[in-house]
């Protein structure tokens, strides 16, 4: 069965540094997503992709975040300048459609420790 | 702001019986919502959804029960098995799906005793 992706599983990086974090979405899927979960904190939206381009994004999805899509498979995470604060389980998801046409299907995660 | 509510951290059930999970929602705009399973250090896997044109969607073991008016869903699975002991999310998504992302609960932990 398809699933989605992820890369690295875990991932501690120093306070300042650049990360990117990646995703492989189910191959016919066309909308993808990022989210977070803080410990012990509910799951978050961060981010749509569809079509190259960002479609919504919520306020935690500051400047330091950026997202891509650099070739026909993977959907990348990016940011720029951690913090401390960004230590979280990041999950990427994709949809065949949107709403209730198209569900959405999780990765395994990356676990990202900022020290 | 918890637009979608789970009051349960944690559920536990005998083997067997039915485990019935409660959600609420406040916004008025979901108009799709949807239950994820989750093990530690695995993302959520998709169990079963339910559009607002219904009041009842089943799937084998789980059904997924809505009343818009109270704006309350559930998710009953019957009967239940030591594999159904998780963490389970209610999620909603706003009219016309969008690509809003899933606004999610803060899960229960569900707790299958043999």
């Known amino acids: 069965e398809p699933e989605v992706t992820q890369t690295p599983s875990h991932q501690v990086t120093q306070m300042g540094q650049e990360v990117i974090l990646r995703c492989v979405p189910i191959?016919?899927?066309?909308?993808f997503y990022w989210y977070r979960q803080i410990l012990g904190q509910k799951v978050e939206f961060l981010v749509s992709?569809?079509?190259?381009?960002?479609?919504?994004k919520s306020e935690i999805f500051d400047d330091q975040f950026s997202v891509e899509r650099p070739d026909g498979s993977n959907f990348t995470l990016k940011i720029r300048s951690t913090k401390l604060e960004d230590s979280a389980m990041y999950f990427c998801?994709?949809?065949?459609?949107?709403?209730?046409?198209?569900?959405?299907?999780f990765g395994p995660g990356t676990r990202l420790l900022v020290l | 702001d918890q637009q979608v509510k789970q009051n349960s951290p944690s559920l536990s059930v005998q083997e067997g019986r039915i485990s019935i999970l409660n959600c609420d929602y406040t916004?008025?705009?979901?108009?799709?919502f949807l239950w994820y399973k989750k093990y530690p250090a695995e993302g959520p896997t998709f169990l079963i959804s339910?559009?607002?044109?219904?009041d009842k969607n089943e799937d084998g073991r789980f059904t997924v029960f809505l009343n818009k008016s109270a704006k309350h869903l559930s998710l009953h699975i019957v009967p239940s098995q030591p594999g159904d002991s998780a963490v389970y999310f209610c999620?909603?998504?706003?009219?016309?799906?969008?690509?809003?992302?899933?606004?999610f609960g803060k899960g229960t932990h569900l707790i299958i005793q043999p």
């Open positions: 191959s016919n899927h066309l909308y």
């Open positions: 992709f569809y079509n190259n381009e960002i479609s919504e």
């Open positions: 916004n008025s705009m979901f108009d799709y």
């Open positions: 999620a909603a998504n706003r009219a016309g799906g969008g690509a809003d992302g899933l606004t």
């Open positions: 998801a994709s949809s065949e459609a949107l709403g209730h046409y198209g569900t959405q299907y």
């Open positions: 339910i559009s607002s044109i219904k």
